[in-house]
């Protein structure tokens, strides 16, 4: 009841599921991002197109059982696409069984104008995007079309992406291909997804900037997460071999070969940045 008063209680929703507090929200939630509007020289080759894989999953169940209500970040997925965009690339969006895309809508900067542009006209293939078994059915033959796979972060990305073995597969055709991976937050956990049917982990001894746990562990006491995590990201990475660049919530990004990371929401516009121009300085 105190929790609740003071505004640390989570948000029970229709479903069962918990979004963040009054509190959370008003410590963690902007209603404008940093966005940078820079006037990239567009690319106008034919590796013109990214693959952007979101969840499709809303909630996440916590150690104690509860659900948070999650997705995908829309600050973590916007930001660096209006990036992207503006460096001249195309996007194919794509959820594992071709679902409608989630996105953390607690978390939508309402007064920024660009990201609102964005996810507008993106809407349309937010809500039917392809089904990742279709792309790899249709493209794995196209790789010359494809700059880059981006896994944009949020709670949502380690809803069942982990596990799927199409990702895996992407991932892999990516890295085989000379693509650019892009991931921030706990994008990253769509990494796991190298490792099914005891193959490598695609990523041993890389250089990652990764959402740590150690913020996970305190965000059930203001009320962000109604739990504890079912595991925690960094130090799974950091056991399969991953060096960690990162400690805080904060704007670190990291490019190793042709892996590109960032830490946190509070990176999202750092990592739009490094990624538009490294494809544009890689692929001229």
């Known amino acids: 009841m105190l929790k609740k008063i003071l505004g640390f209680a989570p948000k029970l929703e229709s479903d069962g599921s918990y979004s963040p507090s009054k509190m959370a929200l008003k410590m963690g939630v902007s209603n404008k991002t940093d966005f940078e509007n820079i006037s990239y020289q567009k690319y106008h080759g ?35 696409m209006l990036h992207l965009k503006n460096a001249g690339f195309k996007f194919e969006i794509a959820t594992p069984t071709g679902k409608p895309v989630v996105f953390e809508m607690w978390a939508f900067p309402e007064k920024d104008e660009h990201v609102k542009t964005l996810y507008n006209e993106l ?29 944009p972060g949020g709670h949502g990305a380690m809803i069942g992406i982990p596990e ?9 055709w990516s890295h085989e291909n000379n693509l650019f991976t ?13 490792t099914l049917n005891n193959q490598k982990f695609l990523y041993e001894g890389y250089n990652m900037a990764v959402f740590p746990d ?4 305190k965000t059930p006491m203001f009320g962000y997460l109604p739990g504890k ?16 660049m990162n400690t805080k919530m904060d704007k670190t990004v990291c490019i190793d ?7 946190s929401p509070l990176a999202s516009n750092e990592l739009g940045k490094l990624a538009a121009k490294t494809l544009l300085k890689e692929l001229k």
Do not use: Q, W
Not at 182 to 194: K, M, Q, Y
Not at 214 to 217: K, L
């Open 214 to 217: 150690s913020v996970d562990n």
């Open 46 to 80: 034919e590796k013109s197109k990214i693959l952007v894989i979101f969840t499709e999953e809303k909630n996440l169940k916590m150690k104690n059982g509860k659900f948070f209500s999650t997705g995908n970040h829309p600050v973590e997925a916007l930001v660096p």
């Open 257 to 263: 070969r042709r892996l590109i990371t960032g830490s």
């Open 182 to 194: 892009i991931s921030l937050c706990h994008g990253p956990g769509a990494f796991l997804a190298t």
């Open 123 to 151: 809407k349309s293939n937010l809500d039917k995007p392809l089904k990742l078994s279709d792309f790899i059915n249709s493209s794995f033959s196209h790789s010359d079309s494809y700059a880059a796979v981006f896994i």
């Open 164 to 172: 799927d073995e199409n990702v895996g597969k992407i991932l892999r």
């Open 229 to 244: 995590m079912p595991y925690g990201l960094s130090e799974k990475l950091k056991r399969l071999g991953v060096k960690l």
